[in-house]
């Protein structure tokens, strides 16, 4: 008989495919990812007719899109993590 792969046998035990731990990561990275498109916003002029220089600021060009880019690396962990086998 053919040994079980690990995601044939959670799959048959009725297990779940993440952890705690990955779901915790999931929250956080998601939450990380929200932080970054709150940094990027604002800087809009009152007037149209009136540029306003506050778009191009560091936080918006360079803070946010590097907080945003952590968010995803974070999913990207959450993801690929192995969930420790229940005792």
Do not use: C, H
Not at 66 to 75: K, Q
């Amino acid at each position: 008989m053919a040994k079980k792969s690990s995601k044939e046998s959670s799959e048959s035990q009725g297990g779940f495919a993440f952890g705690p731990q990955n779901y915790r990561l999931l929250l956080i990275g998601l939450l990380v990812i929200v932080v970054g498109f709150i940094l990027m916003a604002g800087g809009k002029s009152d007037d149209p007719n009136v540029f306003n220089p506050e778009i191009f600021s560091w936080r918006r060009i360079t803070l946010a899109p590097l907080v945003v880019l952590l968010g995803f690396v974070i999913e990207g962990i959450a993801i690929m993590k192995k969930p420790k086998a229940d005792k």
